[in-house]
């Protein structure tokens, strides 16, 4: 079972950047998939971004053009670029494993913040 931590969350104005990451405690190297998911206040979690091994991506149609999903496997990490923030990209953002549809599947990490002021 690989273990994840999330970082790179915090309070930023509307039109800002911040970079997130997630260090897994073993190789991702064998992982296909992998995503960024979020959770909003009184919301769902839901996919905002998806990376296969071979550099597939997905995106959710609302961070489009603003989000760039990355990953390492020297590094056993993967990385979510967020420029250009808005107050409603607000929640907490999880990593994790995911299917070839998406889904999320295995444990949850604590996540991390990320808050929008506008």
């Known amino acids: 079972q690989v273990q994840l931590v999330e970082s790179g969350g915090g309070l930023v104005q509307a039109g800002g950047s911040l970079r997130l990451s997630c260090a897994a405690s073993r190789s991702i190297f064998s992982i296909n998939t992998m995503g960024w998911y979020r959770q909003a206040p009184g919301k769902q979690r839901e996919l905002v971004a998806g990376v296969t091994r071979i550099g597939n991506t997905n995106y959710a149609d609302s961070v489009k053009g603003r989000f760039t999903i990355s990953r390492d496997n020297a590094k056993n990490t993967v990385y979510l670029q967020m420029n250009s923030l808005r107050p409603e990209d607000t929640g907490v953002y999880y990593c994790?494993?995911?299917?070839?549809?998406?889904?999320?599947?295995?444990?949850w990490g604590q996540g991390t913040q990320v808050t929008v002021s506008s």
């Open positions: 994790n494993r995911a299917t070839t549809s998406w889904a999320p599947f295995g444990s």
